[in-house]
């Protein structure tokens, strides 16, 4: 079954067509940090472009986050993972490339048709400890593994995202009480904000492996806080499982990080359990029954095809006399009036080989002592003519409109041109001219300034977003929406709340409202939904990681607040943390 209209999706008015010298082909999803597209290399090899939400990239501490990263996934090299290929943690906006792996997310597999057989998750886990090998042996940790971060190729797993992977040789954020992950699938020390470690990705694969099987996650659903407490204080119930699979479900998920197994030990105790298969690398077949025939990846987008104008029409090869007559300089009072325009061409800037589309002038001029002008005279005018031609053709036309605009501005302010009369000379009159002429342009331009500035004033401006990630929020801290943001008490405008298993998002002065659906919500997002809103309390039940809550204070400034981490299983130690976005005066 082919799932491309699922997976692919159109680029929108506000997606860029190429990021750093990529053109992106469609849309792949979003997420809190940003968009993902998918785009090729020079040679056609599909790529994921993760590009950075903007007010995050304004951010100086996300880039440095960003970059670390970046330097962190670099060093991973792996069969089962993808494998970054570019990046640019200074660019505007900061983005990422790695490798388009062609097939559905482990979420969409089961969503699709159910638990997987027993083989399917052998294969599984083994593919997934090797990456997690791989990701280990270069001191990184995944931290947010999951169904929907393991793809499943024609080939095997693949492990992706390493977005809030943490680098072991940098200090870890959980140091300060910051615990990163999606709620469901993260380890007793993960939920509690403790020591995060290689043995904490190995309790997400237990569980993975444990949602491939049931179809389900193994602590069930509900609300995150729910799910949390009973993934710290109770042992997993795996009689719903295979049996061939509860020994090494159990090991992963084991309490005490010390006694999980490690990613090799998981590799050999599938190979042991699959025996022969594994041996004549039957994993293909086995994946191919899982995801189907793979979904067709759309073609690189072509570089734009050059515009190239209509050439002139070439002229007749035999000469006539006015060909043979040299071309000298033209007194500018034998002119035409618009072949005097700043930008005019000169006659003889025509392509030798050209013949004008207008018709030549033949008028016969008459000197001030009554006889006809000599013959060069009409070829010059004849020249003139063709040149103002030749202008119009060339897309210059707008010289001649705004020469007109500016005579007309020039009547407007000055009122009628005076005739000269019989006593002027032709000096003078030169001179008033060119007198008009000189003003001309400052003229034109205050009352070029004068139309925009009318015109920009009558359209709203957006409001400027401004970032502040990773914002705390517990019992003793609060935020405000105005400047300074964080607080060092429980009286800003966005305060925390947790009893028992009710946690919320409270305030006295903003009304709040969660954002449902896919995430990358921006200001119109929370205007709609804000809208006759009423509520100075948001239960956070149904949020977790990368959930978006938009808020509005009395002032008119409008918040939106992307979670990052919910940290609600224990009342008295519970947390929430969020980057947050305001508008002022949206």
Not at 295 to 318: E, F, Q, Y
Not at 521 to 527: E, N
Request: proline fraction near 10%.
């Amino acid at each position: 079954m082919n799932h491309a209209t699922e997976v692919f999706q159109p680029l929108q008015a506000d997606d860029p067509p190429m990021v750093a010298g990529y053109r992106l082909a469609a849309r792949l999803g979003a997420g809190g940090m940003g968009r993902v597209y998918l785009s090729h290399t020079q040679g056609g090899r599909p790529l994921a472009i993760k590009v950075v939400r903007p007010e995050l990239a304004d951010d100086p501490a996300f880039r440095r986050r960003f970059r670390r990263e970046i330097k962190a996934a670099r060093r991973v090299r792996g069969a089962y993972t993808a494998e970054l290929i570019d990046a640019d943690a200074d660019g505007v906006p900061p983005w990422l490339a790695t490798l388009y792996v062609p097939g559905p997310s482990l979420a969409e597999a089961v969503a699709r048709r159910g638990p997987l057989p027993v083989p399917a998750v052998l294969w599984l886990m083994a593919g997934v400890a090797e990456a997690l090998q791989a990701i280990h042996g270069a001191g990184i940790v995944h931290r947010d593994l999951k169904p929907s971060n393991v793809l499943l190729a024609a080939d095997g797993p693949r492990v992706i995202d390493f977005g809030i992977s943490l680098a072991s040789d940098v200090t870890s954020n959980t140091a300060t009480g910051l615990a990163v992950g999606t709620p469901q699938y993260m380890a007793p020390e993960q939920a509690t904000a403790g020591e995060v470690t290689a043995a904490t990705d190995v309790f997400a694969l237990g569980q993975t492996a444990a949602f491939a099987a049931l179809g389900e996650p193994l602590y069930g659903d509900g609300p995150s806080v729910s799910v949390l407490y009973r993934i710290v204080h109770s042992e997993p119930d795996l009689s719903l499982l295979p049996e061939p699979l509860r020994p090494l479900i159990a090991h992963c998920l084991a309490a005490d990080p010390a006694e999980r197994v490690t990613p090799a030990e998981i590799v050999e105790w599938c190979r042991q359990r699959l025996g022969g298969e594994a041996d004549r690398g039957a994993g293909p077949a086995v994946w191919r029954e899982v995801t189907g025939p793979e979904v067709s990846v759309p073609s690189p987008v072509p570089d734009p095809t050059p515009v190239h104008t209509l050439p002139l029409i070439p002229r007749p090869s035999h000469k006539t006399p006015q060909d043979e007559t040299p071309q000298h300089a033209v007194p500018a009072h034998a002119l035409p009036s618009n072949a005097m325009a700043p930008h005019a061409m000169p006659s003889n800037a025509m392509a030798p080989n050209a013949m004008p589309l207008i018709a030549p002038v033949r008028s016969q001029l008459t000197r001030p002592d009554g006889r006809p002008a000599r013959r060069r005279r009409t070829a010059l005018v004849t020249a003139a003519a063709v040149t103002a031609g030749a202008l119009v053709l060339t897309g210059l036309t707008w010289t001649v409109v705004e020469a007109a605009d500016r005579l007309r501005h020039r009547d407007d302010t000055t009122g009628a041109a005076s005739t000269p009369g019989p006593s002027g000379t032709a000096g003078s009159s030169a001179s008033s001219s060119a007198s008009s002429s000189t003003a001309a342009p400052d003229s034109v331009a205050g009352d070029r300034t004068s139309e925009e500035s009318g015109s920009s004033s009558a359209v709203p401006k957006t409001p400027q977003a401004t970032a502040y990630p990773l914002q705390w929020l517990d019992a003793k801290t609060s935020l405000d929406v105005k400047e300074p943001v964080r607080r060092e008490d429980a009286k800003g405008d966005i305060r925390f709340a947790c009893k028992q298993d009710d946690c919320a998002l409270e305030s006295d002065t903003s009304v709040l409202s969660l954002v449902y659906g896919d995430p990358g919500g921006g200001l119109d997002t929370c205007r709609i939904l804000l809208t006759g809103a009423k509520s100075h309390r948001l239960p956070l039940a149904a949020a977790a990681a990368g959930s978006e809550i938009c808020v509005k204070h009395p002032s008119g400034d409008i918040a939106l607040l992307v979670i990052q981490v919910k940290s609600t299983a224990l009342p008295d130690i519970a947390f929430v943390t969020a980057d947050m976005t305001v508008w002022r005066a949206a």
